[in-house]
């Protein structure tokens, strides 16, 4: 550990939100992963701003969580800062039909505030397991709906340490992509805008989307989610079915019976066996239909 710079670091956060060599398996959804050098867990736009112009004076790496559910992270871990906007920046308010959340809010949290209140259209995003920041970055969807559809605004600090409020077109929000991946902006809050709606009805839609959920995927497993983006025309859940791959294991990896664009841990796994299944799934979805499968899934650190 280098002592200058925690101590640099815990003069910006709370000691206690400042953790040395911590395993990251408790922090992704694939529940595998090694240690960072350093986990802190900021509570308010200063402390993000003055630890990246920290990392910057002394050029240490760093990377920004949520809750982890689309990171997968190397079994020797992470040479740097990992900065986690989840818990401690996480609060939503609702005013009329907008809802504003922070960062670190979870989806299912902002959608029921919505539900709470009456307002339809974030439904389609109830059930994703990622948090309001992700989700932005991303431009995340299901089901039909993306955030595109009801984001209206965006404050983002930029690489520079700048402030800034982006509206929706000037987001460039296209298929799990955004200005904010392209410019390596990070997202603190988003405003969303919704439509009065019936309580019964928008219950009665949140709870039809789990059972297809509970039902066609294998959320009994450890995982990140759908593992691959969907190559134009395809499904590639589909192509990797049609190769042959459903049930394919690398270890303790292995492409889910249930749902073939799932990667699961199946409980013995290491981030090294899931990035090997990934790399072999490509290379045979290439052979055998000339598509290249891109993994949706951030990979980081070392392997």
């Known amino acids: 550990m280098n002592f200058e710079f925690y101590n640099r670091l815990i003069q910006i956060i709370d000691e206690p939100r400042v953790l040395c060599a ?3 398996n408790k922090h992704t959804t694939f529940r595998v992963g090694g240690p960072a050098d350093y986990f802190v867990m900021p509570k308010t736009i200063e402390e993000v701003q003055q630890v990246i112009s920290l990392c910057k004076e002394k050029e240490m790496p760093y990377y920004v969580l949520g809750n982890g559910s689309n990171l997968l992270v190397g079994d020797m871990g992470y040479r740097g800062v990992i900065i986690q906007i989840y818990k401690e920046m996480s ?10 959340a922070q960062a670190g809010a979870l989806l299912s949290k902002v959608g029921s505030a919505a539900l709470e209140a009456g307002l339809a259209g974030f439904e389609f995003a109830s059930g994703i397991p990622g948090t309001v920041g992700g989700a932005v970055v991303m431009n995340a969807g299901a089901y039909g709906g993306e955030m595109k ?12 340490g700048e402030v800034l409020t982006l509206y929706k077109g000037e987001l460039e929000l296209g298929y799990r992509t955004s200005v904010i991946a392209k410019k390596d902006y990070i997202v603190l809050e ?3 805008q919704l439509q009065l709606g019936d309580k019964k009805a928008i219950r009665a839609r949140m709870d039809e989307l789990k059972v297809q959920r509970v039902t066609k995927q294998p959320l009994e497993y450890p995982s990140a989610g759908s593992t691959f983006k969907r190559p134009e025309g395809y499904f590639a859940g589909k192509l990797i ?7 394919f294991q690398v270890g303790g990896a292995q492409v889910s019976e249930k749902h073939c664009g799932f ?7 290491t981030a090294a066996d899931v990035k090997e299944l990934i790399r072999q ?12 499968l891109e993994p949706e899934v951030k990979i980081l650190g070392e392997f």
């Open 241 to 247: 079915q049609d190769a042959g791959l459903r049930g």
């Open 190 to 192: 988003a405003e969303y």
């Open 149 to 160: 559809d009801i984001l209206t605004c965006a404050t983002v600090i930029t690489q520079e």
């Open 281 to 292: 799934v490509s290379d045979k979805v290439m052979q055998e239909f000339g598509v290249r």
């Open 263 to 269: 990667v699961i841990n199946t409980g013995t796994a």
């Open 22 to 24: 911590e395993p990251m």
């Open 91 to 100: 609060s939503i308010q609702v005013r009329g039909t907008t809802i504003k």
